[in-house]
């Protein structure tokens, strides 16, 4: 079945020390996403990308890096810069058209400590 | 201003009684509209989407658009307690991205 595989479910990290989240998707879509999401303030859009090797920063980009070296793949780094990194962290994809739905992964909980 | 809000809930409604959901929006020039649900502690599930103004139906689910007065909403018919849920409105503005509410959290009560 298709679909977007984010990995591990549940992360817990050391202040300080830098984290990857991994995003894997088999829908063949040419864009993917990456939020975040805090109790109480829906999404928020961290970075995207349309296609493979190109990407763009979101609305809260500061203290996250991400690479699209294939089309299937969206890792998302949070690093030690990011001042307050505990969240509910999702990855989503679409076909690349304007104005396409989004589908999202079943995300991964980040604690940081 | 918020691009997109919602009224953040909780809205509670007996079984079999109709749900209505709305969500209100800044930029004018916006031109998609979608709803999510997301159960407590899973990721948002894409149930209706709606482009232009006017009403789509979707089994018990109806979207309802105004692009005049910058407003869309959701209807649940006939709730049942496996709609209880937050229901997330997101926003495209023509490009790649979606702008989302807070959410609006409904209980439906047995």
């Known amino acids: 079945d298709g679909g977007i595989t984010q990995s591990p479910k549940y992360l817990f990290r050391k202040e300080g020390q830098n984290v990857t989240l991994s995003c894997e998707q088999n829908?063949?879509?040419?864009?993917m996403y990456w939020y975040r999401q805090d109790p109480g303030q829906g999404l928020r859009l961290i970075y995207y990308?349309?296609?493979?090797?190109?990407?763009q920063k979101g609305d809260i980009a500061e203290g996250y890096s991400v690479s699209r070296e294939k089309k299937e793949s969206f890792p998302l780094t949070v690093t030690s810069a990011q001042k307050n990194p505990t969240a509910f962290y999702l990855c989503?994809?679409?076909?690349?058209?304007?104005?396409?739905?989004?589908?999202f992964g079943n995300g991964t909980r980040l604690t940081v400590t | 201003q918020k691009e997109v809000e919602q009224n953040s809930g909780p809205l509670s409604v007996p079984e079999g009684a109709i749900a209505s959901l709305n969500c209100t929006y800044s930029?004018?020039?916006?031109?998609?509209f979608f709803w999510y649900r997301q159960y407590s502690g899973k990721s948002p599930e894409l149930i209706m989407f709606?482009?232009?103004?006017g009403d789509k139906e979707d089994g018990r689910f109806t979207a309802q658009l105004n692009k005049a007065s910058q407003y869309v909403s959701l209807l649940i018919r006939d709730s049942q307690p496996s709609d209880s849920a937050t229901y997330l409105c997101?926003?495209?503005?023509?490009?790649?991205?979606?702008?989302f509410g807070a959410g609006t959290t409904v209980t439906v009560r047995a």
């Open positions: 990308s349309q296609i493979v090797n190109d990407f």
């Open positions: 709606i482009y232009s103004n």
């Open positions: 829908l063949n879509h040419d864009a």
């Open positions: 930029d004018r020039g916006s031109q998609s």
């Open positions: 997101a926003v495209n503005k023509g490009d790649y991205k979606l702008s």
């Open positions: 989503a994809s679409s076909i690349g058209l304007t104005n396409s739905p989004l589908h």
